[in-house]
């Protein structure tokens, strides 16, 4: 295998790791309660997705 002649800069590195940040998870907001949530999943505020109720958060709380 081939082996780096010369030391590569501290720019040229911070450079090539430019792209290796972390993304914040996309949020959107639910139309029943304003809060944010997940996109295409159920809210876990009020329990609606599309509008309609699919977790029953009286029973679970």
């Known amino acids: 295998m081939a082996n780096p002649v010369k030391r590569h800069s501290k720019s040229r590195r911070n450079m090539r790791r430019a792209h290796d940040f972390l993304t914040p ?3 959107s907001i639910c139309p029943q ?3 944010p949530k997940m996109p295409h999943r159920a809210c876990p505020n009020c329990g609606t997705y ?3 109720e ?3 958060l009286k029973k679970t709380a």
């Open 33 to 35: 309660c304003n809060e």
């Open 50 to 52: 599309k509008g309609r």
């Open 25 to 27: 998870p996309a949020t």
């Open 54 to 56: 699919v977790i029953d």
